[in-house]
């Protein structure tokens, strides 16, 4: 797993991310000193992904929740369905305090 950081976060945030890495010693933080924007630095996590062999990609944003079997469900449906190459999935907003607004 590979987390893409697009310029400076907080003393807080690294500290999350030294745990996770603890839990999950495969994890990798991609740290882009300037911040480039959302398209340049998925462009760029993209070839890494590729130059390390990757067979799948998937993404969230940091403001995402995603459900408990998520990516296992999308991987069985793309492992079972050799004419499709992408997957998505529904999406359902939130505001601030976790309020259930639309799904999209």
């Given at each position: ?15 999350i ?20 924007g ?6 760029d ?22 459900l ?15 004419e ?20 999209k």
């Open positions: 797993m590979y987390v893409g950081l697009d310029g400076e976060v907080t003393s807080e945030i690294n500290k991310l030294i745990t996770f890495i603890e839990v999950h010693p495969s994890m990798k933080v991609i740290r882009f000193p300037q911040n480039r959302l398209a340049c630095i998925l462009n996590l993209l070839e890494i992904c590729f130059q390390d062999g990757f067979a799948y990609v998937a993404r969230m944003d940091a403001d995402d929740l995603s408990p079997n998520r990516i296992e469900r999308q991987l069985h449906y793309l492992e079972s369905h050799n499709v190459d992408v997957v998505g999935g529904a999406i359902e907003e939130i505001d601030e305090s976790s309020k259930k607004n639309r799904k």
